[in-house]
T-cell receptor, first 115, second 118 residues
Framework: AQSVAQPEDQVNVAEGNPLTVKCTYSVSGNPYLFWYVQYPNRGLQFLLKYITGDNLVKGSYGFEAEFNKSQTSFHLKKPSALVSDSALYFCAVSASSGGSYIPTFGRGTSLIVHP | ETGVTQTPRHLVMGMTNKKSLKCEQHLGHNAMYWYKQSAKKPLELMFVYSLEERVENNSVPSRFSPECPNSSHLFLHLHTLQPEDSALYLC?????????????????FGPGTRLTVL
């Protein structure tokens, strides 16, 4: 069965500093990886995804993520955090044949950006 | 706005009540999903429909009953719930979902229904 691990419940960063939200995955077949963000009282919003090609994926709001096959990771990054980036971030994985075609989500990481 | 709406946004019910959650998507998508979101737990997939056919049922208790009358609407019927069922219930849609195929489509989520079972 495929799975996603987000090892940190919470990440704290000062505004203007770089941020990283970690995600590792386990899947049979080629992975398709997603990041979503959830603001308070809202549903999840798509940020970016890796399907194939360049390992560095750029997404909305200045976020990017790097697919690392050897480390089975897909960490979310941003060079300079904003207070408005404070939210709950979810990593998800689906797979080509051998895995589940329906995305599996992690438990979420709460990002808090301090002014 | 994501194009996926859910009603009601908040629901408080007793354990003997019967209620329904409604989801509507205005995106022309063919696949719809119900998720349960509880604090500090992975997002829990409950049901998936593709072209109005149920394609996934993740061992969800029978007190939850989904209905998909057409590709734009999805319901979750609730009866004799337990307090541990209190959670945020999220609906999502995606363009397509082919069993045995691949899913690279982005999912679009509604704002959720905050359910409290007393």
């Amino acid at each position: 069965a495929q799975s996603v691990a987000q090892p940190e419940d919470q990440v704290n960063v000062a505004e203007g500093n770089p941020l990283t939200v970690k995600c590792t995955y386990s899947v049979s077949g080629n992975p398709y990886l997603f990041w979503y963000v959830q603001y308070p009282n809202r549903g999840l919003q798509f940020l970016l995804k890796y399907i194939t090609g360049d390992n560095l994926v750029k997404g909305s709001y200045g976020f990017e993520a790097e697919f690392n096959k050897s480390q089975t990771s897909f960490h979310l990054k941003k060079p300079s955090a904003l207070v408005s980036d404070s939210a709950l971030y979810f990593c998800a994985v689906s797979a080509s044949s051998g895995g589940s075609y329906i995305p599996t989500f992690g438990r979420g990481t709460s990002l808090i950006v301090h002014p | 706005e994501t194009g996926v709406t859910q009603t009601p946004r908040h629901l408080v019910m007793g354990m003997t009540n019967k209620k329904s959650l409604k989801c509507e998507q205005h995106l022309g998508h063919n696949a719809m999903y119900w998720y349960k979101q509880s604090a500090k737990k992975p997002l829990e997939l409950m049901f998936v429909y593709s072209l109005e056919e149920r394609v996934e049922n993740n061992s969800v208790p029978s007190r939850f009953s989904p209905e998909c009358p057409n590709s734009s609407h999805l319901f979750l019927h609730l009866h004799t719930l337990q307090p541990e069922d209190s959670a945020l219930y999220l609906c999502a849609s995606s363009q397509d979902l082919v069993a045995g195929g691949t899913s690279t489509d982005t999912q679009y989520f509604g704002p959720g229904t905050r359910l409290t079972v007393l």
